[in-house]
């Protein structure tokens, strides 16, 4: 199975990428845009909640946004 | 003389009944300083089979030194029809609901007639959760976030313990994360939990069983530019214990596609799941977009891709926003999945015909209204809305199916609406 290295691959290069590179990034006062809500990655939780619940009990995967797990889902 | 003293009386009263009202609303106010309420009621409904109806409350407060306490109340109610795994057939089938104890007495059957899918018509659940979070800030660079959650419902009570770190650098702009959780779950399940591949007429059951699961997560947030925002999660966990369905049977066929019996599905005791997530979101002036991609696999063979993308469409001086959103998902199957069994042993030892271990995709099309209130208006700053999703789920590799049963549908998916109001200031 050649396809979970080349996920791990790209997601490390992206790591890398986004580690190694002190000059990404903003200054505070250019934050306007990237300071509103919709912008905050946990923008709606209880939204995210209720969709994981959702896949959670009707999919084999969940997770990787925060942890998974949290029920039976035996319907 | 007697009319202006008792206007100033009343003038006097009316000025102090003012000022307590002042000093009721700063009290309040100083209590509701930093206090965020997010709540929502979901209605879910499949296509003849399972409702739910889930409100959920989610109460925050940051308090002067930077600490945040946060509560979510959760409560579900399920009811309808729950696919009990066994095939349709062109005979009528005479299935136990969970806590009938015989198929001949009358007691807790059901029937299913030629041609549909089995589901145990009387299937009902309830679940409360209630989870904490208290994120305190151990410098101005590193927060410290420790939670619990306990889940129960008629069968199954569950319990997890989280704990994350999270440091800042490069002025702000870089955050890693690192978190572990643990879960202890145990498992009542109505009649009691099936032996795993036993035969369903012979209701072997026995009592109470557990599993338990340990997840660690490693999180890199991102600020890339002044419009884009990237963050990218590894996740690991592995559970281990009761990882059946206890109300999950497989047909048994002959050769020909006749219904020889049922027997309870049987999976490994263990199980270990790895992903990798990706989000990134940019804005511009009155638009923001959000991608996000997750690759999973786990140690039963399933690969799972999702990609999942929303649209925030800003209007009316910010007032009013629309989100339209839309989520790929494809998963393969289970390496001991098999829609049926036949009278030979499966090849891994293991077997269940669980569709949710089979390999399907999905889609889920979505779109969210909200209205906010001006921070002057009577509820200030609330904001109200509805979303509405629509989710699909095609079921792929399908096994030709016996000479009896070609002309059924044996791989029936899924269809489901959501409909979700929600109110938070």
Redesign the interface.
């Known amino acids: 199975?050649r396809?979970?290295y080349l996920?791990?691959a790209a997601?490390l290069s992206?790591?890398a990428f986004?580690?190694g590179c002190?000059s990404?990034?903003?200054?505070?006062y250019?934050?306007?845009?990237?300071s509103?809500d919709?912008?905050r990655?946990d923008a709606n939780?209880?939204?995210g909640?209720?969709?994981e619940?959702?896949?959670f009990s009707?999919?084999?995967?969940s997770?990787?946004?925060?942890?998974?797990?949290?029920?039976?889902?035996?319907? | 003389m007697a009319a202006s003293c008792a206007l100033l009386g009343a003038g006097a009263a009316q000025s102090q009944e003012a000022d307590g009202a002042q000093k009721e609303q700063s009290q309040l106010s100083r209590i509701l300083e930093g206090v965020s309420f997010?709540?929502?009621l979901?209605y879910?409904r499949e296509d003849g089979r399972?409702q739910a109806i889930?409100p959920?409350v989610?109460l925050s407060k940051t308090f002067a030194g930077g600490e945040i306490a946060t509560l979510?109340i959760?409560f579900?109610s399920?009811s309808g029809a729950?696919p009990n795994g066994a095939l349709p057939s062109n005979v009528p089938q005479t299935f136990a609901s969970p806590s009938g104890t015989s198929l001949i007495t009358g007691r807790h059957l059901y029937t299913i007639a030629p041609g549909r899918l089995p589901a145990d018509p009387n299937?009902q659940?309830d679940?409360i959760?209630v989870a904490g979070e208290w994120e305190l800030p151990l410098s101005r660079l590193t927060h410290l976030s420790l939670g619990g959650?306990l889940?129960g419902?008629d069968?199954?009570i569950?319990a997890?313990l989280?704990a994350s770190i999270a440091q800042d650098f490069?002025?702000?702009?870089?955050t890693v994360l690192l978190?572990i959780?643990n879960?202890f779950?145990s498992?009542r399940p109505i009649g009691g939990a099936p032996v795993p591949d036993s035969d369903y007429a012979a209701f072997d059951k026995d009592g109470t069983k557990s599993k338990d699961?340990l997840?660690v997560?490693l999180g890199?947030?991102?600020?890339?530019?002044?419009?884009w925002?990237?963050?990218?999660?590894?996740?690991w966990?592995r559970?281990h214990g009761y990882l059946n369905?206890?109300?999950k049977i497989t047909s048994v066929l002959d050769a020909s596609g006749n219904t020889l019996g049922y027997v309870y599905e049987n999976r490994p005791d263990e199980r270990t799941?790895?992903?990798?997530?990706?989000?990134n979101?940019v804005?511009?002036s009155n638009v923001?977009a959000g991608l996000?991609l997750?690759?999973?696999?786990?140690d039963?063979q399933?690969?799972?891709e999702?990609a999942q993308a929303h649209v925030?469409f800003?209007f009316a001086n910010r007032q009013q926003?629309l989100e339209p959103s839309m989520r790929w998902?494809r998963?393969t199957a289970?390496d001991f999945y098999t829609p049926w069994l036949t009278e030979e042993k499966p090849v891994t030892g293991f077997q269940a015909s669980d569709s949710?271990?089979g390999a399907f995709h999905?889609f889920?099309y979505g779109v969210?209204y909200a209205y906010k209130l001006s921070s002057d208006a009577g509820l200030a700053g609330s904001e109200f809305s509805v979303?509405l999703?629509y989710?699909q789920?095609i079921q792929d590799h399908r096994l030709a199916a016996p000479v009896l049963l070609q002309n059924l549908d044996l791989y029936p998916g899924?269809k489901?609406i959501?409909v979700?109001f929600?109110w938070?200031f």
């Open positions: 199975m396809k979970p996920y791990l997601a992206v790591f986004e580690s002190a990404l990034g903003v200054k505070a250019d934050r306007d845009l990237l509103r919709e912008m990655l939780p209880v939204d909640a209720i969709d619940h959702l896949y009707k999919e084999a995967s997770g990787g946004r925060s942890y998974a797990g949290g029920g039976c889902g035996c319907n | 997010d709540s929502a979901a879910y399972i889930e959920v989610n979510n959760t579900d399920l729950s299937y659940d679940r959760a959650k889940s419902e069968d199954f569950s997890t989280s490069n002025e702000k702009n870089t978190g959780n879960e779950d498992l699961g997840g997560l890199l947030t991102q600020v890339m530019t002044r419009r925002l990237s963050e990218l999660n590894l996740s966990d559970f369905d206890p109300y799941r790895r992903s990798v997530y990706l989000e979101r804005a511009w923001s996000s997750r690759y999973m696999q786990d039963w399933i690969h799972s999702t925030h800003s926003y998902y998963q289970a949710r271990l999905a889920t969210k979303r999703e989710y789920q899924l489901a959501l979700q929600g938070r």
